[in-house]
């Protein structure tokens, strides 16, 4: 809305609102101090921005006090009287544009609430594809998010990506959000940026109460490393530790961090706190690969360097898991540099030896290896090198048998064929957090928290 400041500055506190534009003649001195006084008050709402109209300088003492208030906030000056600067700024209409990402994201949300969606559909006569394509899966992703609504902590708000994706996760309706950090400053910073975030709740990494109860509990845990309780106080208020122990003691039901940490900054409290799932001896991670007709999952890209052979066994059950999680049934390929038993070595035995152990462990799961890529993913190839095989030629499940083939591989389907990748996704721990690259885009956040919230549904 827009705001004029024409009357007593009393009357003009008491009709501000969150977001608002206020119009304010460039001498009315006084009238411009109380507005940016309530800026820098964490008890008013913040202002999207200020029109200076009638054309004259702002007084240098007003000027030199207002800058030492140190209140970020968009000014524009005109020379046009109250009047018309006012009609001027309520006749203006925003208009859609290619690059107006969140404009459409607003326009396509509303639609999506506002329409019967399910009565256009039942209208048109489309055939169902078998065909999955990223827009198609991401779409279905953020539809099973919103059936059983989850709680997500982010732990990076000062991070204009992050503030940005919980504008639209929370106007999607994909997750209830925790942001981490001063409330004041993440509110105003939202404002300044032209998002709303009023459903998040901010919470301070000192907050007594949760601060307190979180560093009994991570004092209980670490006890046998030695930590004391005032260590524990310490190292919660570190973020990462804060939005693990909030998913750990239930207070949320996941987090997605790393858009401004490292990986193992992220991940290695979940080591810590939140553990593995019971039968499973190892946390590892896949990518979701979104080609253009389908979807595939590679794993593990993120986490383990050299895996065994146990350990890579687990990593193939586990990622066939979390591929059913997200509606593909896993035909699972573990790769090696040949197929079947044409070729020798100790890394071509580890691949073997693991499958045998995944077909032990799930009889029911359809798993082939070792097999090279070719082989596993083109049916032509398959007929020649691996006729019999009821997986060769029609994997979605790919198990590299290290980090330093699985990040190549990812990262060179993702670069030369244009493919999404959504991840690292983490699996094996017993509540879902996921990390994020430090290069991540907006959609990237808001993808990983959906993943998030599928995760944590179970």
Known sequence: ?????????????????????AIVPADRSAMLISLMAAQASSSFPILSGLILNGGFEVAPHALRLLEGLDVNIPVITSPLDTFTAASAAGSLQGLLAHGSERKIDVAVTTFEQEADVEALLSALEVEPSEVVTPIMFQAELVERSRTNRKTIVLPEPDDDRVLRAADAILRRGIADLVLLGDETTVRARATELGLDIAAARVVATNDPELLEKYAEEFARLRAKKGVTLEQAREKVQDVSYFGTMMVHMGDADGMVSGAAHTTAHTIVPSFQIIKTKPGTSIVSSVFLMLLQDRVLVYGDCAVNPEPNAAELADIAISSAATARQFGVEPRVAMLSFSTGTSGKGADVDKVREATELVRAKEPDL???????????IDPTVAAKKAPDSLVAGRANVFIF?????GNIGYKAVQRSSGAIAIGPVLQGLNKPVNDLSRGALVEDIINTVAITAVQAQG
């Open 1 to 21: 809305s827009v705001l004029v400041c024409a009357m007593d500055v009393s009357h003009v506190l008491e009709r501000l609102t969150a977001g608002q534009l």
């Open 366 to 376: 359809a798993v082939e290896g070792p097999i090279q890529y070719d082989a596993a």
């Open 401 to 405: 048998p290290d980090l330093s083939s």
